[in-house]
């Protein structure tokens, strides 16, 4: 964790304020404790120069750098989204889900209609609760040193109330508050539908096709399947029968082949000679299973690179959401 400071005060109006917009002239406190602050602000900008802050006068053993950091981050989060509501403005939020690794994004604040600073929710009083027509639908938790209990993130799970998490790393944190909520750290939530008999998250699989040539001349495609929850790319012995339809309606040629101790398998055929074109075996996403650009190729640069997969034409057709766990079990 970077150094932290106290940047945030109380003033005569009892109103937080920042050290880099406060005034030397003006009297401070600290917000959490209400001990008398004193402003630092040097005019000096060097290398060891610190940068606006305040001090307590008598400092109180139970108020702390990280303290304070909590505590005005929660306060001028919850006026920033209360602002937003009042005008009826967005707050767009992106995360990456944890449940189908696909990006999300929307606006937190469509349909909230009341937000609370530590509502009582029995076992836990979150930071910031929204509510939609008063129910809690998700809450906010600010972390600097403590994230939530087992315990109270199971809570959230078993009353379906979305858990934001925006973990803070620095006093600089606050200046930067509008990115930090709209890339929180964690969103516990899946925009997939879920599965109608096991209440799973659904995931989306594409099927991809690229051009191959046969040593034989002849013209190919070659087909594998993406799933948007995990890093793999999945050779058609992995498909459904469903799925080799589709594949051989887009023109690729499967059929059954022999291996040597005598298993069938499938397998991606020349359409002219009948050779296997490439081993269908499933592939980390890292480790690509699509044609290697030629060295000559991508030495002369990034155009020529991007000119070279053009000619493969890979295509991607989205085949729709499916139950990963319901499909294991077939």
């Known amino acids: 964790m970077n150094e932290i400071l106290y940047t945030t005060a109380l003033n005569e109006e009892n109103k937080l304020v920042k050290a880099a917009d406060a005034k030397k002239s003006s009297v401070f406190c600290c917000p959490f404790c209400k001990g008398e602050l004193i402003l630092r602000k040097s005019q000096n900008s060097g290398k060891y120069s610190k940068r606006p802050h305040f001090a307590h006068k008598n400092l109180m053993p139970s108020c702390s750098e990280e303290t304070l950091l909590h505590y005005s981050f929660k306060i001028l989060l919850f006026e920033y989204i209360s ?103 964690i969103v516990d939530f899946c925009m997939q539908p879920k599965c109608k008999k096991c209440e799973n998250i659904m995931i989306t699989k594409e099927l991809i096709t690229y051009k191959n040539i046969c040593s034989c001349g002849t013209e190919n495609l070659i087909t594998y399947i993406q799933k948007s929850s995990d890093d793999w790319y999945y050779g058609i012995w992995d498909f459904s029968k469903k799925e080799i339809e589709i594949a051989k309606e887009k023109g690729v040629n499967i059929k059954w082949q022999k291996s040597k101790n005598e298993k069938f398998y499938m397998a991606n ?15 980390p996403i890292g480790v690509t299973p699509f044609p290697k650009i030629p060295e000559e190729i991508f030495h002369a640069g990034e155009d020529e690179s991007y000119k070279y997969i053009e000619k493969c034409d890979t295509q991607y057709y989205r085949l729709g959401y499916f139950c990963d766990e319901c499909d294991r079990k077939k």
Not at 113 to 119: A, F, P, S, V
Not at 127 to 133: E, G, Q, R, S, W
Not at 275 to 281: D, G, R, T
């Open 83 to 185: 602002e937003k509501i009042k005008s009826n403005e967005e707050i767009i939020m992106n995360w990456k889900c944890k449940y189908c690794n696909n990006n999300h994004n929307g606006n937190l604040i469509k349909k909230v209609t009341d937000i609370k600073l530590e509502h009582n929710l029995s076992i836990c009083q979150p930071d910031i609760a929204l509510f939609v027509n008063n129910i809690v639908f998700a809450v906010i938790e600010v972390v600097v040193t403590h994230k939530p209990e087992f315990k109270t993130q199971q809570f959230y799970k078993d009353n379906n109330i979305i858990l934001i998490q925006i973990n803070l790393n620095s006093d600089t944190d606050i200046d930067n508050l509008k990115n930090k909520i709209e890339n929180p750290d």
């Open 269 to 283: 055929i020349c359409k002219n000679c009948g050779k296997i074109l490439k081993e269908q075996s499933n592939t």
